[in-house]
């Protein structure tokens, strides 16, 4: 063996012995996580891994920064092979992977193409971080982008060393052994060079730059930011995107009959599953999930990026020392929650989803600042004020609002609609219309409980209410921690359906929607559910209802996030609304899986927003420069914010909000 295969194998076996170690410390550091199960559904995984992983959907939602990812994501995987030839060329004096045959000419090219295209893509990746990129690139601290810049730099240094290694090793008559013929780029730039032993000494050099920055880049990721390089892909496949029918918004259910627990919620390291602990490690700082939180976006002190971050900061300050059986006062006295994450960051979210959406490397925000809420609020009894309104109105009248449960089925008196009361069970109707507490109450919704009873009377659809026996679904008091609560209108809910016998609901609200559908069978409550979107455009579609009158003017739909980013539901409420005569629609630039917040989600509904612009009036602000006449909505929520937007702005008289059951139940032929 020679002096340089000596070197080169000690060279090796001290850095995977290091990154062996680097690796046995952070699986140290996430089991101290909670047991959360993500081994199951392999199948559903394998797919996301293949389309998100490799396939880089969600990076491919940015026309400039996804194909750059893109083409630096492949080049590295279809250079591993270049990489696996260098080491094993450092073992064995003259090894290659020539012995796959016609498949090694096809890797000699696609390696030194995409060596040329990877070159490329990280000077625009440098160019647009430093120059002329997004705003939340040329922001980043000066650790993050010296970071950035270092591994960025370190991948060019790499890409130049392998054409230069294998352009001359062509010179230098030994390219007949490496595909040489098919390498274009290196065959090319071989001319520069001639059979010398300033040849030669390039040719080492080059590989011994090549193999000890791969080796070092290998070492140096655990501790960067660039960690994603090794977390990404197995960060996607343990990522619950898919995988369950009860859909990717649900969240878990705290024990609450558990004796042993001392605390509810999450307020440090240990009270996170290991999946959220490995979160903070795929973390890319890129920046997208802030970039399109409705909060921050409109001044809020909520960053969904420093959650992660933060996290893993407090991880690596409490892992080593809860490893090492220290009780440092100073790191126990500390906590995740306060110390590295307020309250009032947390406070800010609509859940909305839009930073899971977008996160490329599928981190779950949202469940980890729900779980901080779940602390503060069942631990340590601290929540905004507001929300001591809306609880005691849910423990006492079954509504947020201070109206009586036994008013809840006044709005159909007149109607002629029969409660499950009076028909004793649910197995003779169609449908359990589920009305929920905006339709029962709120004097403006109640209009959109009446057009979409009119709607299915007109189709012949069987349905009744539950009137005073329904209670509010328990969204609003769950998402802002009070699991306690909403556990209890749960189970109250279900026990009145199931004593029905229901099967098949339908509901306008799209919160009562996710809740019935989603989070309803985690403690026993199973039912096919429909949004009222949904049934109307089935009736139309299927001609049972016919659309004669025109609409006026144009019309813009404003996704509800609970409708859509939690249930893929898009294409149906605007599929009815172009059915109308007429009806022009007219998109905003944020829509379907980008659009925006209304502002109410996350029980903000039920909190005053003291910090920045409001919400609901960058997204009404949004729907008025589209020119529509009439701004479309399939929510309750997102009716009511976009309604006081358009009064904010005094356009009332200009511009009306309407429910799609509404502009439908007008165009109906009776």
Same mark, same amino acid.
């Given at each position: &063996?020679?002096?340089?295969?000596?070197?080169?194998?000690?060279?090796?076996?001290?850095?995977?012995?290091?990154?062996?170690?680097?690796?046995?410390?952070?699986?140290?550091?996430?089991?101290?996580?909670?047991?959360?199960?993500?081994?199951?559904?392999?199948?559903?995984?394998?797919?996301?891994?293949?389309?998100?992983?490799? *396939?880089?959907?969600?990076?491919?939602?940015?026309?400039?920064?996804?194909?750059? #990812?893109?083409?630096?994501?492949?080049?590295?995987?279809?250079?591993?092979?270049?990489?696996?030839?260098?080491?094993?060329?450092?073992?064995? #004096?003259?090894?290659?992977?020539?012995?796959?045959?016609?498949?090694?000419?096809?890797?000699?090219?696609?390696?030194?193409?995409?060596?040329?295209?990877?070159?490329?893509?990280?000077?625009?990746?440098?160019?647009?971080?430093?120059?002329?990129?997004?705003?939340?690139?040329?922001?980043?601290?000066?650790?993050?982008?010296?970071?950035?810049?270092?591994?960025?730099?370190?991948?060019?240094?790499?890409?130049?060393?392998?054409?230069?290694?294998?352009?001359?090793?062509?010179?230098?008559?030994?390219?007949?052994?490496?595909? *040489?013929?098919?390498?274009?780029?290196?065959?090319?730039?071989?001319?520069?060079?001639?059979?010398?032993?300033?040849?030669?000494?390039?040719?080492?050099?080059?590989?011994?730059?090549?193999?000890?920055?791969?080796?070092?880049?290998?070492?140096?990721?655990?501790?960067?930011? #660039?960690?994603?390089?090794?977390?990404?892909?197995?960060?996607?496949?343990?990522?619950?995107?898919?995988?369950?029918?009860?859909?990717? *918004?649900?969240?878990?259910?705290?024990?609450?009959?558990?004796?042993?627990?001392?605390?509810?919620?999450?307020?440090?390291?240990?009270?996170?599953?290991?999946?959220?602990?490995?979160?903070?490690?795929?973390?890319?700082?890129?920046? !997208?999930?802030?970039?399109? =939180?409705? @909060?921050?976006?409109?001044?809020?002190?909520?960053?969904?990026?420093?959650?992660?971050?933060?996290?893993?900061?407090?991880?690596?300050?409490?892992?080593?020392?809860?490893?090492?059986?220290?009780?440092?006062?100073?790191?126990?006295?500390?906590?995740?929650? +306060?110390?590295?994450?307020?309250?009032?960051?947390?406070?800010? =979210?609509?859940?909305?989803?839009?930073?899971?959406?977008?996160?490329?490397?599928?981190?779950?925000?949202?469940?980890?600042?729900?779980?901080? !809420?779940?602390?503060?609020?069942?631990?340590?009894?601290?929540?905004?004020?507001?929300?001591?309104?809306?609880?005691?109105?849910?423990?006492?009248?079954?509504?947020?609002?201070?109206?009586?449960?036994?008013?809840?089925?006044?709005?159909?008196?007149?109607?002629?609609?029969?409660?499950?009361?009076?028909?004793?069970?649910?197995?003779?109707?169609?449908?359990?219309?589920?009305?929920?507490?905006?339709?029962?109450?709120?004097?403006?919704?109640?209009?959109?409980?009446?057009?979409?009873?009119?709607?299915?009377?007109?189709?012949?659809?069987?349905?009744?209410?539950?009137?005073?026996?329904?209670?509010?679904?328990?969204? @609003?008091?769950?998402?802002?921690?009070?699991?306690?609560? @909403?556990?209890?209108?749960?189970?109250?809910?279900?026990?009145?359906?199931?004593?029905?016998?229901?099967?098949?609901?339908?509901?306008?609200?799209?919160?009562?929607?996710?809740?019935?559908?989603?989070?309803?069978p985690q403690f026993g409550g199973n039912y096919n559910v429909i949004h009222h979107s949904q049934l109307i455009n089935e009736l139309i579609q299927r001609g049972i209802i016919l659309l004669?009158?025109?609409?006026?003017?144009?019309?813009?739909? +404003?996704?509800?996030?609970?409708?859509?980013?939690?249930?893929?539901?898009?294409?149906?409420? !605007?599929?009815?609304?172009?059915?109308?005569?007429?009806?022009?629609?007219?998109?905003?630039?944020?829509?379907?899986?980008?659009?925006?917040? =209304?502002? @109410?989600?996350?029980?903000? &509904?039920?909190?005053?927003?003291?910090? *920045?612009?409001?919400?609901?009036?960058?997204?009404?602000?949004?729907?008025?420069?589209?020119?529509?006449?009439?701004?479309?909505?399939? =929510?309750?929520?997102?009716?009511?914010?976009?309604?006081?937007?358009?009064?904010?702005?005094?356009?009332?008289?200009?511009?009306?909000?309407?429910?799609?059951?509404?502009?439908?139940?007008?165009?109906? !032929?009776?």
């Amino acid at each position: &063996m020679e002096i340089k295969n000596i070197v080169f194998l000690f060279i090796l076996i001290i850095s995977l012995g290091v990154f062996a170690y680097t690796a046995r410390k952070i699986l140290g550091y996430l089991r101290l996580g909670k047991p959360e199960q993500r081994f199951d559904h392999f199948d559903k995984r394998i797919g996301n891994v293949l389309s998100i992983a490799f *396939g880089q959907t969600r990076l491919l939602r940015d026309p400039i920064a996804g194909p750059i #990812h893109f083409g630096i994501f492949w080049g590295f995987v279809i250079l591993l092979t270049a990489v696996i030839e260098s080491i094993g060329e450092g073992l064995v #004096h003259g090894f290659s992977l020539s012995f796959l045959g016609p498949v090694y000419s096809g890797i000699a090219v696609g390696s030194d193409i995409m060596a040329v295209i990877v070159l490329f893509a990280v000077l625009y990746a440098l160019f647009r971080r430093h120059v002329a990129g997004p705003k939340r690139l040329r922001e980043l601290d000066t650790p993050s982008q010296v970071d950035a810049t270092l591994i960025l730099c370190a991948i060019a240094v790499i890409m130049i060393s392998m054409i230069l290694l294998n352009a001359t090793r062509i010179s230098l008559g030994e390219g007949a052994a490496y595909a *040489g013929d098919w390498r274009p780029v290196s065959l090319a730039l071989s001319s520069m060079f001639s059979d010398t032993a300033g040849t030669q000494l390039i040719f080492e050099i080059s590989w011994w730059v090549h193999i000890v920055l791969v080796l070092g880049f290998l070492n140096a990721l655990p501790y960067s930011k #660039h960690f994603h390089v090794l977390t990404s892909i197995p960060n996607v496949y343990f990522s619950n995107h898919g995988i369950h029918k009860e859909g990717d *918004g649900a969240l878990k259910p705290l024990d609450l009959e558990d004796e042993t627990a001392e605390s509810f919620g999450a307020a440090d390291i240990e009270d996170l599953t290991w999946k959220q602990l490995f979160d903070s490690y795929t973390c890319t700082h890129c920046g !997208r999930c802030t970039a399109v =939180c409705p @909060a921050n976006i409109t001044g809020k002190v909520l960053s969904p990026k420093k959650i992660i971050v933060d996290t893993r900061a407090r991880l690596e300050e409490k892992a080593p020392v809860l490893t090492d059986g220290d009780t440092d006062s100073l790191v126990h006295g500390r906590k995740l929650l +306060h110390d590295f994450i307020s309250p009032q960051e947390l406070w800010a =979210c609509t859940t909305c989803r839009a930073c899971v959406q977008e996160c490329p490397v599928m981190i779950e925000h949202v469940d980890e600042i729900v779980d901080m !809420r779940r602390y503060l609020t069942l631990t340590e009894g601290e929540f905004p004020e507001q929300l001591q309104v809306l609880y005691r109105n849910l423990e006492n009248n079954f509504a947020p609002w201070q109206f009586s449960p036994d008013d809840r089925g006044l709005w159909a008196d007149s109607l002629g609609i029969p409660s499950l009361s009076e028909l004793g069970t649910a197995e003779d109707i169609d449908y359990l219309f589920w009305v929920g507490c905006a339709g029962s109450f709120d004097a403006r919704y109640k209009k959109v409980s009446v057009a979409l009873a009119g709607i299915m009377k007109t189709a012949g659809i069987r349905f009744a209410i539950l009137g005073k026996e329904e209670k509010c679904n328990g969204d @609003a008091a769950r998402r802002a921690g009070n699991e306690y609560l @909403a556990q209890m209108l749960m189970a109250e809910n279900i026990e009145t359906l199931n004593a029905y016998k229901v099967k098949n609901i339908v509901t306008a609200c799209p919160h009562c929607f996710h809740a019935l559908q989603n989070e309803f069978p985690q403690f026993g409550g199973n039912y096919n559910v429909i949004h009222h979107s949904q049934l109307i455009n089935e009736l139309i579609q299927r001609g049972i209802i016919l659309l004669d009158k025109a609409l006026e003017g144009g019309v813009t739909f +404003h996704d509800s996030c609970y409708l859509g980013r939690y249930n893929n539901i898009y294409d149906q409420p !605007r599929e009815s609304l172009r059915g109308i005569p007429s009806a022009t629609m007219i998109e905003m630039p944020r829509n379907r899986d980008k659009g925006l917040c =209304c502002g @109410a989600g996350g029980a903000q &509904m039920f909190m005053e927003e003291t910090e *920045g612009k409001r919400v609901n009036i960058e997204r009404t602000e949004e729907a008025l420069e589209t020119g529509a006449e009439t701004i479309a909505s399939a =929510c309750p929520f997102c009716m009511t914010m976009m309604t006081d937007g358009v009064k904010e702005k005094g356009k009332q008289e200009e511009v009306e909000v309407k429910d799609i059951a509404e502009l439908i139940y007008e165009a109906m !032929r009776k």
